[in-house]
């Protein structure tokens, strides 16, 4: 990697902004939610050539994050922020250019581990801090110079549907359910997830998607443009790859046989993603993330939150 290239990629992630003052302290929230919860992030660097694998596990919880996830999470973040900065010595790693989040088995992600929050982030205060590291991690991760795509099984809710809208794209399939909770445990999005449906899908569609609460199919998600592939039960991780295909390889011309396949350049591929995440880093969207962050403080916690979470189950 040229040292011009370093230079600007450099350049491009020290321009992290700073939500809050809290912001300061993101290890120490980091390793403090470390402690609590099961469940683990999976990070698989050399999945397929050019592709990395991501894979929330927390198979009791229907893959719910725990805050032991939420920490797991942000190490991955840091991880890939180190590989595409040129810091790796692991061929595979140097060449990657994309990555799958999925979830272990045949669903996606529940959203929070609520047994957790129970336990350790009723408070005020800890749901401060947990929308802290999860709005840095996620917007992170959505301006890495790599492509990103939800393979999306079962259900993705709540924070869970938070999580796919960090990605570049989002495969789901026939079978899968997408719903944000969030009306209904009377708070707003904390992971900056409410911002973003609104880039992926329009203001008038995700205004009824949030404000609603609206049970969305997978054929639903995929008229309405939140998906951009539908695929049939237990595919959506072989048709993400497909579908990143064409950003790894050479497309051979008409007629002509695909026996050597060609990779296009990586520093290319790399490139294209980081402009569009350049252009989409407005003020306006920062503004918007801190604003969402701090509608969420106000309300996690609250008197009608705390009814919902710790409303016993029938």
Known sequence: MST??????????????????????????????????????EFNSSFLPGIGL???????????????????????????????????????????????????????CSGLDLSVAKNHILTPENGKKMSSLMQDALLRFSRLPLISIAAIEGYALGGGAELTTACDHRCISATAKIRFVHVKMAVTPGWGGGGRLINIIGKTKALRVLGASELLTGKQAYDIGYADIIAEKGETISKSKEFFDPYIYFSPKEGELDTERKRNSVKAVRGMKAIIAKANDSGMQRNYIRFEHALFSSLWGQEENLATILKPKK
């Open 4 to 41: 011009l290239y370093k230079r600007v990629f450099s350049s491009f992630f020290s321009e992290r902004f700073r939500l809050s003052p809290i912001q300061e302290n993101l290890n120490i929230i980091r390793e403090d939610l470390r402690e609590l919860g099961s469940g683990s992030i």
């Open 54 to 108: 991501i894979t929330l596990k927390n198979s009791e919880r229907h893959n719910a994050l725990s805050g032991k996830m939420m920490a797991e999470l942000a190490d991955v973040v840091d991880k890939l922020e180190d590989i595409t900065k040129g810091k790796s010595n692991s061929k595979d790693e140097n060449d990657l250019v994309a990555i799958i989040l999925s979830g272990d088995g045949n669903t996606f």
